[in-house]
T-cell receptor, first 114, second 111 residues
Framework: DQQVKQNSPSLSVQEGRISILNCDYT??????FLWYKKYPAEGPTFLIS?????DKNEDGRFTVFLNKSAKHLSLHIVPSQPGDSAVYFC?????????????FGGGTRLMVKP | NAGVTQTPKFRILKIGQSMTLQCAQD?????MYWYRQDPGMGLKLIYY???????DKGEVPNGYNVSRSTTEDFPLRLELAAPSQTSVYFC??????????FGQGTRLTVV
C-alpha cells in the first residue's frame, strides 16, 4: 500500500524550460510535505517543504504547490539547469507522528538536457 | 563540518553473517534514523531514535537492531544477513522535526 506515489519514473526537460514533478498521496493524516534531491552515490538532500496550512512555498527557482482536496503536490523548477539532473523524492509526514517518520515516494529521475 | 558520516560505504556479506553499519553525526541533532532504499523504490524507515537511550521501530524493522548510547552515534546491527537485506542503507539526523540530513549511504550486498 503505497501512501505516497510518484507516477512518473523519469522526466526529460530542455535547459531553461520548466520542470514539473508530481506526487500524490492517500493518507489524509499527512500534514507536512518535503522534496529531496539525490545525486548518484550520495544521500538525499533537502530541497523544499510545505505545510498543509499553505498551498504554495517558493525558494528561488523551486516552488512547491499543494492541492489538499486532490491530495496532490508538485515541484516546479524554473528555469531548469543541467545541474538539476537528479532523482527527486517526495516525502510526507503525518501529524500524529512522534518520531518524525517520513513516507517517501519512489522517486522521479529528472534529466535536464543542455 | 562532516554532517552525517556512514561507514562502510560498500560491503558484501554472506548469508548468515552479521555486521554493524556505523553512523555518526556532529550536528548535535537529537533525532536519528535508519532508512533502506531498494532499487526503484523510495526510502523506508527501519528504526529511529528521538534521543540517547530511546529507540523505536519504523516501517521495516525485522532483521535489524539498533542502539543509541550517545547523541552522536546510531549503529545498525544485522544479526543474520539474508538476501532480502541487499539494499542501500541511509542514516539521517534532524533537530527535532526539522528536515533530516542524510549520510552518503552504505551499499550492502548479501550473497
Amino acid at each position: 500500500d503505497q501512501q505516497v506515489k510518484q507516477n512518473s519514473p523519469s522526466l526529460s526537460v530542455q535547459e531553461g524550460r520548466i520542470s514539473i514533478l508530481n506526487c500524490d498521496y492517500t493518507n489524509s493524516m499527512f500534514d507536512y510535505f518535503l522534496w529531496y534531491k539525490k545525486y548518484p552515490a550520495e544521500g538525499p538532500t533537502f530541497l523544499i517543504s510545505i505545510s498543509s496550512i499553505k498551498d504554495k512555498n517558493e525558494d528561488g527557482r523551486f516552488t512547491v504547490f499543494l492541492n489538499k482536496s486532490a491530495k496532490h503536490l508538485s515541484l516546479h523548477i524554473v528555469p531548469s539547469q543541467p545541474g538539476d539532473s537528479a532523482v527527486y523524492f517526495c516525502a510526507a509526514r503525518a501529524n500524529n507522528n512522534a518520531g518524525n517518520m517520513l513516507t517517501f515516494g519512489g522517486g522521479t529521475r529528472l534529466m535536464v538536457k543542455p | 563540518n562532516a554532517g552525517v558520516t556512514q561507514t562502510p560505504k560498500f560491503r558484501i556479506l554472506k548469508i548468515g553473517q552479521s555486521m554493524t553499519l556505523q553512523c555518526a553525526q556532529d550536528m548535535n541533532h537529537n533525532y536519528m534514523y535508519w532508512y533502506r532504499q531498494d532499487p526503484g523504490m523510495g526510502l523506508k524507515l527501519i528504526y529511529y531514535s528521538v534521543g540517547a537511550g530511546i529507540t523505536d521501530k519504523g516501517e521495516v524493522p525485522n532483521g535489524y537492531n539498533v542502539s543509541r548510547s550517545t547523541t552522536e552515534d546510531f549503529p545498525l546491527r544485522l544479526e543474520l544477513a539474508a538476501p532480502s537485506q541487499t539494499s542501500v542503507y541511509f542514516c539521517a539526523s534532524s533537530y527535532g522535526k526539522q528536515e533530516a540530513f542524510f549520510g552518503q549511504g552504505t551499499r550492502l550486498t548479501v550473497v
